[in-house]
């Protein structure tokens, strides 16, 4: 199983940005499939955003147009570009693994958890 540590959460106000990050320990993982998911209070974790390759991602439309996922495999690392944060975006981040090569954004897919990172936008 491959350790994965998320960084760049935070506290922002409404419109501004974040970028977080999550570094992989095994390079075969970050080869794969990775993606970001989100739970909030009270909510059940969604998935934001998942990549194979950067021609090959998929969003959830809630975050469309605002959020870019990337990742660097020579660091083994997963990037989540957010832009134009919005109150509803405050939640939990997680980063997630797993060696397929479909971008899924179910969670029950991945087989790899980051410990998450909170991102909070206030109005």
């Known amino acids: 199983q491959v350790q994965l540590v998320e960084s760049g959460g935070g506290s922002v106000q409404a419109g501004e940005s974040l970028r977080l990050s999550c570094a992989a320990s095994?390079?075969?993982?970050?080869?794969?499939?990775m993606g970001w998911f989100r739970q909030a209070p009270g909510k059940e974790r969604e998935g934001v955003a998942a990549?194979?390759?950067?021609?090959?991602?998929r969003y959830a439309d809630s975050v469309k147009g605002r959020f870019t996922i990337s990742k660097d495999n020579a660091k083994n690392t997963l990037y989540l570009q957010m832009n134009s944060l919005k109150p509803e975006d405050t939640a939990m981040y997680y980063c997630?693994?797993?060696?397929?090569?479909?971008?899924?954004?179910?969670?029950?897919?991945?087989?790899?958890w980051g410990q998450g990172t909170q991102v909070t936008v206030s109005s």
């Open positions: 997630a693994a797993q060696p397929g090569r479909y971008p899924s954004l179910q969670s029950h897919e991945y087989s790899s």
């Open positions: 095994k390079s075969s993982y970050s080869s794969g499939c």
């Open positions: 990549i194979v390759s950067d021609d090959y991602t």
